[in-house]
């Protein structure tokens, strides 16, 4: 694997009702919802790592950690981004941020594991 520290990435969308928190049913606001937040951060670390796994690898999220900040409206532009701080063995943790046009929305950390395709699906197959 090529996976060091330092690995960024970063995805924005415009905040649509879909992903407001009274869309999703978290909440009886029409802001970005936090799921859909957490959804953008994950993307964002998924980016960082896009051209460093191995054919026949890919990464599952494990722990996400995230305190969502301040509220985005619909119209703006949410900005989530990954970096790569640590990597222990399968184990990948990355700083996690989002980000409108006001500031930051929210930050945290997540966490992923490395996994081989075909063995993950075969445990899936027999769950």
């Known amino acids: ?10 995805v924005s969308t415009v905040v649509v ?3 407001t928190a009274i869309a999703q049913g978290t909440g009886p606001v029409r802001s970005l919802a936090t ?8 993307k964002a670390a998924l980016a960082a790592i896009a051209d460093h ?3 026949g690898q890919a990464t599952v999220g494990t722990h ?21 701080v ?6 990948l943790v990355f700083e996690v941020s989002a980000e409108d046009q ?7 950390t997540h966490e992923r594991a490395v996994i081989v395709l ?7 197959r027999m769950r």
């Open 64 to 84: 996400l950690n995230i305190s969502h900040l301040a509220p985005t409206r619909i119209g703006m532009t949410v900005r989530a981004s990954a970096t790569l």
């Open 17 to 19: 009702e879909a992903i």
């Open 53 to 55: 796994l191995p054919p």
């Open 86 to 91: 640590e990597v222990e063995g399968r184990r």
């Open 118 to 124: 075909d063995a993950f699906e075969q445990k899936l």
């Open 35 to 42: 799921p859909a937040m957490a959804a953008l951060m994950e």
């Open 102 to 108: 006001a500031g930051v929305v929210g930050r945290g």
């Open 1 to 10: 694997m090529s996976l060091e520290r330092g690995l960024h990435g970063s």
